[in-house]
Nanobody
């Protein structure tokens, strides 16, 4: 059984920082890409950032320069450091883990709320 568990969400004032973590465990086999998506109220889910097994990263334009994704392959863990947070970053953030045969696993999400 595969588990993908996010942590680190919460309430923060605009301009503040949060760090999300996501740990994957179980029979995932070989992990390829890990990433973070978010769904804001009334909007569709969107990619925030992704990182390949080799460390190549991809960011949404809206978070470039403010968010940093990283991973620890030994721990099957991915992180999202979020700085200079804005109210429009308020969303449920979901961790996504893909293995080398194209199977995607998702966490249940962690809520990030940015107040004015």
């Amino acid at each position: 059984q595969v588990q993908v568990v996010e942590s680190g969400g919460g309430l923060v004032q605009a301009g503040g920082s949060l760090r999300l973590s996501c740990a994957a465990s179980g029979s995932i086999f070989s992990i390829n890409t890990m990433g973070w998506y978010r769904r804001a109220p009334g909007k569709q889910r969107e990619l925030v950032a992704a990182i390949s097994s080799g460390g190549n990263t991809n960011y949404a334009d809206s978070v470039k320069g403010r968010f940093t994704i990283s991973r620890d392959n030994a721990k099957n863990t991915v992180y999202l450091q979020m700085n200079s947070l804005k109210p429009e970053d308020t969303a449920v953030y979901y961790c996504n883990v893909n293995n080398n045969v194209g199977i995607a696993y998702w966490g249940k999400g962690t809520l990030v709320t940015v107040s004015l």
